[in-house]
């Protein structure tokens, strides 16, 4: 999982300050918290709803 390709295209991207603190993690905990990260945004985009066209 890219975490920074994911956000990009949900129309996000890390902060300076995001980005240095997600450095400090190991790659496990890293896709950990990508995961949970865009799990909170999709749920924030409705990602888990039916879209109908207008």
Known sequence: M???AD???RGFALTPALHAALAWLR???LADAGKRLVGHIDAEL???RTH???
Request: glycine share 20%.
């Open 2 to 4: 890219d975490l920074e």
């Open 7 to 9: 956000l990009l295209d």
């Open 27 to 29: 790659p496990a905990g």
């Open 46 to 48: 409705g990602a888990g």
């Open 52 to 54: 109908m066209p207008l």
